[in-house]
């Protein structure tokens, strides 16, 4: 199936709709391929001990509600079984200044909003809820996760409004570390649940070590590691660039954020910019 086009600077909301289609139910969080083929993981249904309770929340279903939780607490509370709680992902877009750029194909921001959109719609194609945080200079925009389709959509409309507020953001507005973003995140989401971040790894603070091991014992923390052509293979010379108001002399050189994440022990997927947007535009490190 072909992706509706794009300038490759906009998040295209089209776009993320249509991925649906092409992401299928790979390497779903809390899933596995089977040497058959099939899907493994804990099974959909009731059973299981109870995890925990949580606020009743759009889309779950209402026989869930626990009476005796609901009494005790004033607030409608429902069941939250092991299953849903692992089938739970919370993706992290960063649309800080440094990824409002690109040199081919799309803007590293583009390339993690769809990059996102197709591990949220594997998640609802496996029965799984989906929540999103947006991580803006000077802010961070959270939606909590909820099932089916609706909340995908809902997610991809909300990347495309948020990209398109950044995009207009004054680029002299200082913005927080990534391991601020990460650290508040993670603060929304149940012990076993996944956090996936898709980032170019620019700023990620001189805490990101400390707030990533912290993340790590409480859920399952993923970074799609999104790089620009010159990022992956960049070309041999002298260069002039402007930085900071001044203009300087240097090379362009090889990044080493997947290194540093792999030393951390962070999964990582690598997904390149100038690729277009499909399940396999992602690679393991």
Known sequence: MSLPPTSGATVALD?????????????????SR????GLSGPKRGEGGDIFDLRPFQEGDDPRRIDPAATARSGRVQVRSRHEEI???VMLVADFRRPMLWGTKGRFRSVAAAEALAVEGWRTIAAGGRVGCVVLRSGEAEVHPPRPREAAMLAIANVFARAHQAAMATPADLPGDPLSSGLEHAVSQVRFGASVIVATGFDDPGDDFAAVAAIAMRKCRLSILLVQDALESAPPAGVFAVRARGAITRGRFGRSTSAAHLDALGIKTRIVRAEQPAAPDGAHDT
Do not use: H, I, K
């Not at 776009?15 to 899933?31: H, Q, S």
């Not at 089977?34 to 083929?37: E, N």
């Open 86 to 88: 692992e089938q739970t």
């Open 15 to 31: 776009r993320l709709v249509a991925l649906a289609a092409v992401a299928g139910v790979a390497e779903t969080v809390g899933l």
């Open 34 to 37: 089977s040497d058959t083929g």
